[in-house]
């Protein structure tokens, strides 16, 4: 992957290479030169085959992490392209004409992250949650426990045992 | 949250040429709430009739959850349901039984009341796995019900994640007896508390565009 | 000709004799098949409790006068069809109320439950029901007409319109079948057997094996009884004229039940073998196999 990585750092401003396996690499690099970096890959590179595009929520740097992860299927090798957008009002660039199968990972994320992508097909349709009132579930500020307790009937009796409070009172059973 | 433009009222211009108003929810459905439907007159018939229903239980073919898994196996050589006078229906029109297999998100939740209001009296629930009870392995999620009975009224609970097919054939042999007793009364129970179930229903279902009363 | 009052309570003895037989028949069978698949199967009264549980239950919706017709006609078909057609021939007490000529009332009460059917499950207005519809009187249509041309080749060769005639022409020994004497009519006429069955390979209508959906998707408690009742007469009664026209008729209850069941098996074992055809692939079917070999009966007779 290091010499897809040098021949790419000339075209673009890229952050380091995280190289997971010898076939996995993962590179950032900023917003706005993620579509011309996608159709380099698609066009020069081979990566023709979007996997996947996914959000990681980082909730201390206010930013979100978009993931695009690209696979060579001829080469069998995958690269992610990270791209990090700001919290407020995230938005990004759609890549629905490059990929037609990035509209239904578009819409997924603006249901469950809230970021929106202008433009591509059926952003707003619901995806899995219908009439959804509340913020963006998947964002790390939404308490799941607490929204659960409120809005649906519990039945009582209920009791729960953390595993590693219970090996620890078992095979320490002197220590506080 | 707006409902889909097919259910909203609107003129529509017939084949004919004619225009006409129609409001979908109200004209293609009709507005009366389930009413209570009594067992038969003598109890010999009655007892007839549930001995019947016992052994000829048609399950709704809709998996709900990932306990439809469980179901599949039933239908092979090795556990073989036929045997017990158990067929799966394609149609909640033809079906006596629910079977809630695993957890239900509010989604399926609407789809699941709305074939349940179709079948016809009367019907019965199970409650598969552990999700049902208590919401299981989905305790805290934003999206699942953790207790089925206050949105359905449930005969029996087989409890596990998932059971084996071998309790779900002792989960029916249970159902028989209750039927057999004549406490198989699950669609009267509806009926009676119907404003109860809906109050619940409409609760955690934020976008109903659905009859009060599908049937 | 005279009307004899006592024929209706003997035609009403066969009807209830069928009944069971068609009952018990169509479980036995599913019970071979299970048995064959290595499971123990239904039970083999299943048949009738299904019918006392739909029966029974307590509520049931209607779609408008044609949705509740429909199951009468289609059991109307089933009745008229068994009673018009002698059932035991040279018996007295059930040669049911056949006359001269019942053969082409055979032929017209056949076609008619699948009609009132069609009309009924329209009413109900679902869109399975409307597919299944289309599919099942295409195919129908197609697989009638090599049973129509073998009908008329026997009746050409035979010379007369009255089934009783057609069975006392055949009496004497096996090899005055008409299997033997008119085999290209009984071959055109066994190929639209299989098709009318609604087993695989023509079973695209109602998908599985009972009654599911397809037409009835929305029929339900009663209707569904009715429906089921005329599940169990109406492939006995088909199967009986299959057996008087063809195979020499039966003289006897024993002998009846060995024929039925034999012919019924002819269907289920091809059923097993083979795989679903699209409609399109069954109309085909049956226009360039099973048409020609009615013409060339026709035309040797």
Redesign the interface.
Same mark, same amino acid.
């Given at each position: 992957m290091r010499e897809i990585y040098d021949r790419l750092k000339h075209l673009f401003p890229l952050g380091e290479l995280t190289e997971q396996r010898p076939d996995l690499a993962f590179v950032t690099l900023p917003a706005e030169f993620l579509r011309s970096a996608l159709l380099h890959l698609r066009d020069q590179e081979g990566f023709t085959h979007l996997v996947l595009l996914t959000a990681v929520d980082w909730l201390e740097d206010g930013q979100f992490q978009l993931t695009y992860l690209l696979s060579n299927r001829t080469q069998a090798r995958d690269i992610g392209l990270r791209v990090m957008i700001p919290r407020d009002a995230a938005t990004m660039e759609g890549i629905h004409d490059v990929w037609p199968t990035a509209a239904t990972y578009q819409r997924e994320l603006r249901e469950m992250f809230g970021i929106d992508f202008p433009g591509s097909p059926g952003v707003n349709d619901?995806f899995?949650?219908?009439?959804?009132?509340?913020i963006p579930?998947y964002r790390r500020d939404?308490d799941?426990?607490k929204?659960?307790?409120e809005?649906?009937?519990? !039945?009582p009796? !209920?009791a729960t045992t953390d595993p590693a409070q219970h090996m620890k009172e078992q095979l320490y059973p002197g220590e506080a | 949250m707006s409902m889909k433009p097919e259910l909203l009222k609107r003129m529509v211009k017939g084949p004919d040429g004619v225009e006409f108003e129609v409001e979908p929810l109200r004209d293609y459905y009709c507005e009366a709430p389930p009413t209570v439907m009594p067992a038969a007159y003598s109890k010999i018939v009655e007892g007839l009739f549930n001995w019947a229903r016992s052994e000829s239980i048609w399950i709704l073919g809709f998996g709900t959850g990932c306990g439809a898994i469980e179901m599949r196996p039933l239908m092979t050589p090795r556990f073989d349901a036929y045997r017990y006078g158990v067929q799966w229906r394609p149609t909640p029109r033809q079906a006596n039984l629910f079977i809630i297999s695993g957890y239900l998100s509010t989604k399926t939740l609407k789809r699941a009341i709305r074939s349940y209001e179709q079948m016809q009296n009367p019907k019965y629930v199970i409650g598969l796995g552990s999700c049902t009870v208590n919401g299981g392995m989905y305790w805290d999620s934003y999206n699942t019900i953790k207790r089925l009975d206050d949105y359905l009224p449930v005969d029996l609970y087989i409890t596990g994640c998932m059971p084996r097919p071998e309790a779900l054939l002792a989960g029916f042999e249970d159902l028989k007896k209750i039927i057999r007793a004549g406490k198989g009364e699950g669609a009267n129970q509806y009926a009676e508390r119907f404003d109860w179930y809906k109050a619940n229903q409409k609760q955690v279902i934020h976008d109903w565009d659905m009859p009060d009363y599908n049937w | 000709m005279q009307f004899e009052w006592i024929k209706i309570p003997y035609a009403l003895l066969t009807l209830f004799i069928v009944v069971n037989f068609g009952m018990l028949l169509g479980a036995f069978i599913q019970k071979i098949g299970a048995r064959v698949g290595r499971r123990h199967g239904i039970p083999i009264y299943q048949n009738y409790v299904d019918l006392i549980k739909n029966y029974g239950l307590r509520s049931s919706i209607t779609h408008g006068t044609m949705f509740y017709l429909g199951p009468v006609f289609r059991l109307a078909g089933g009745v008229g069809l068994l009673l018009f057609v002698p059932t035991i021939y040279g018996s007295e007490m059930f040669s049911n109320l056949s006359f001269a000529g019942d053969l082409i009332l055979a032929l017209y009460f056949v076609f008619f439950g699948t009609l009132g059917m069609a009309l009924g499950a329209a009413e109900s207005g679902h869109p399975h029901a409307a597919i299944g519809i289309t599919r099942g009187l295409s195919q129908m249509t197609s697989a009638e007409l090599p049973f129509a041309l073998a009908v008329f080749s026997v009746s050409l060769q035979y010379q007369t319109l009255s089934i009783t005639d057609i069975v006392a022409a055949q009496q004497g020994s096996i090899l005055s079948w008409t299997l033997f004497t008119n085999p290209f009519a009984v071959a055109a006429a066994m190929l639209s057997f299989l098709g009318s069955m609604m087993r695989p390979p023509f079973d695209v209508v109602l998908a599985p094996q009972e009654i599911p959906i397809g037409p009835p998707t929305e029929y339900h408690s009663s209707y569904l009884a009715l429906m089921q009742t005329n599940r169990a007469i109406f492939p006995i009664a088909k199967i009986v004229i299959y057996m008087n026209l063809f195979f020499g008729g039966a003289a006897s209850w024993p002998v009846f039940a060995l024929k039925v069941f034999l012919i019924y098996m002819v269907s289920v074992f091809v059923g097993v073998v083979f795989p679903r055809f699209r409609v399109e692939q069954s109309i085909r079917w049956f226009l360039v196999w099973a048409v020609p070999l009615g013409i060339l009966s026709i035309v040797l007779v």
């Open positions: 619901d899995i949650l219908e009439g959804w009132h509340d579930p939404f799941t426990k929204y659960a307790e809005n649906f009937s519990q !039945r009796g !209920r | - | -």
